[in-house]
């Protein structure tokens, strides 16, 4: 448990900070600066999977998703305006979404990992970040499920319609949240890129 501490750590700070950062706007209600910040568990994951495998990562991802789990029941006890800061089918697509993706990284990463160094951690990335964000938006947003009329009404906002993308053809709000939050997802996927190699580079070296 003690080497994989840094990741637990890493990986604890990524879904606190995420939490935090989710409550603040940016570009007009299109993203939050969360947005920014969650896609680097999948990073966090996909580095401890490569120094210390599967099940060391499945272990932190564990521990993100109990650090999750608290902050969404601290959260939905915080009352704003308009209802509690985490209403329930936010905190229930949140921890359903992070923990399917992240052990879906896992599993990828690992069957992916004896090919080149960029594969496994891009392709795991990529997939993981897609599951997230349609599992996430559907839970929490979607009309199509309901979770009672006291859990809907907290999310009814996200269903009104709007143009797609600010410009395109009318539809929920909840698809362009989904979509903007996605591309946010892929880029933050390539660019991590580097310092996953710049971080497993240096424990092999140490290792040697």
């Not at 603040?24 to 209600?29: C, H, P, Q, S, T």
């Not at 599993?107 to 997939?127: C, H, K, N, Q």
């Not at 599951?131 to 929490?140: Q, R, W």
Request: aromatic residues 10%; hydrophobic residues 60%.
């Amino acid at each position: 448990m003690t080497r994989i501490l840094p990741g637990i750590l890493a990986m604890a700070l990524v879904v606190v900070a995420s939490n935090i950062l989710v409550q603040f706007l940016i570009l007009d209600g299109l993203l939050t600066w969360g947005a920014f910040t969650y896609p680097i568990a999948f990073l966090v994951t996909d580095v401890m999977n490569r120094i210390y495998g599967a099940g060391p990562a499945r272990r932190v991802v564990l521990a993100g998703f109990i650090v999750g789990v608290a902050c969404s029941l601290i959260g939905s006890r915080i009352m704003l305006e308009f209802g509690p800061a985490v209403p329930l089918r936010v905190a229930i697509g949140s921890g359903t979404a992070f923990l399917v993706a992240q052990l879906l990284d896992v599993a990828i990463f690992s069957r992916l990992r004896e090919g080149p160094w960029w594969r496994a951690p891009l392709a795991s990335t990529l997939v993981g970040s897609t599951v997230d964000t349609a599992l996430f938006f559907t839970i929490a947003f979607s009309a199509a499920l309901s979770f009672g009329a006291a859990a809907d009404s907290n999310v009814a906002w996200a269903q009104d319609p709007a143009p797609f993308l600010l410009a395109g053809p009318m539809a929920p709000l909840w698809t362009t949240l989904a979509v903007a939050d996605w591309a946010v997802k892929l880029a933050v996927a390539l660019l991590a890129l580097m310092p996953f190699r710049l971080i497993t580079g240096h424990f092999r070296a140490s290792a040697v």
